[in-house]
């Protein structure tokens, strides 16, 4: 969800540079012309950065080009709606993250599209856990510490997010509705400017994706009480999981290719075979894990697996957003 401007553009550059092994002949499935990667995210965020990784490392495994177009917008809407009226040829293709699955709940009648019934899933990218930052003069050494405090706080402590509905958003409340604690929310227009009020005091707390959040934690600026994944992840793996205090957490965003409703199902089949050999790449690999982000097994993300995953997603977030009482702004 996060679209600021990461240092990961140079090293994702220099990967893109290897050079590849030639694409095999023009299977039957494929389209006849460049693949577009539709992001629906400014140039630069993470979630760009796993996409131009990925699509280099398609391109060598299709005989067409896969070329990332950053379409970004209106909440991740423009791009989406672009790929929802796109030709069901598999020439665009959707790379969302876990705000495909809170569009409903957020916008309502007011969407221009169906996230259930527009897309077909075609993989399952990465998962990507978030960890909980606090300011390095926090009084609060572990996460029981931090729930006791926001417990006991009269007025509730304040927490900063990306902006109303996102992941970092939605975490914190999950927390809320999981532990029965307090915290105010206030909204910043992406993470940059909320992770600068942690750092001078102006908020308590902030959830941030691995993916730019471990840095600042690496580095001692700020201090991780945890992680939001089902294990630990390998990018701060001495940081516990909130799991561990608080049984059965997970907030997590996460990367999906979508195609528009209707793609033919061999097409589906065979673009979701391709990434799966793309993500297969140790090289690859290497690179995903360095950002935080959690590849699937193979049998997780099948098209199959990819939309009972997004269903569930849907669902969970659905309830928090209810629940909570969360409108678009």
Known sequence: MTTRRIILAAPALAFAGRAFAQPAAQPTWAP???????????????????????????????????????????????????????????????????VHAVHRALQGARLPFDPAVDFAPVALVGVVPMVLLVGPRAPWADMPALLAALRAANPPLAYGSSGTGGSSHLGVELLKSMTGVQAEHIPYRGTAPALQDLLGGRISLLMDSVATGAAPVRAGTLRGLATTGAARSPALPEVPTLAETVPGFVATTWNAILAPAGTPPATVAGLSAAIGRALSDPALAERLAGLGVDVPPPEGRTPEATASFISAETAKWTRVIETAGIKAE
């Open 32 to 98: 006849d012309r460049p693949i577009r990667l539709i992001v629906p995210y400014a140039a630069g965020g993470p979630t760009d950065v796993v996409a131009r990784l990925l699509a280099e490392r398609l391109s060598a495994e299709l005989p067409q080009r896969v070329l990332v177009e950053n379409r970004a917008g209106g909440g991740a809407m423009i791009g989406t709606e672009a790929v929802a009226h796109a030709p069901k040829d598999g020439s665009a293709l959707l790379f969302t993250t876990v």
